[in-house]
């Protein structure tokens, strides 16, 4: 690493230069730490479910919530199911269950309990 150089403007204002390598190597670090944050507060906001008596997940489902994916997503894949047989066993249409996966919409209390019976999940677990 090189030292950076350090220039000062007409009002008194700092500016660091730096080679463009290293300020893509601490771009990269930083969103690294902040994924690394958004994982430690999903991790911590689980186990505060656990310690309250919340919802507990299955691991498989945990672990591709923390990978990304939806909880209805999650458990859909979990359970080896597809939007379209979801589909043929609920009625709701394929269209509106990639919807309600990708976070476009929410659904109802109603479509929820829907989904719940069909994947034989608690109603919690997809709330």
Known sequence: MSAPQIIRTPSGEELVVLPRAEYEALLDRAEHQAED???????????????????????????????????????????????LHLNLKTGISQGYLSDLESGRRTGTPETIAKLAQA???????LS
Do not use: C, M
Not at 49 to 77: D, Y
Not at 119 to 125: H, Y
């Open 119 to 125: 994947l034989n999940v608690p109603v919690e677990w």
């Open 37 to 83: 944050a958004d994982d430690i507060a999903i991790y911590d906001a689980r186990k505060a479910e656990l310690a309250a008596g919340g919802v507990v997940l299955p691991p498989e489902v945990s672990a591709a919530i923390l990978r990304g994916e939806s909880r209805l997503k999650a458990i859909r894949n979990w359970r080896g199911e597809t939007q």
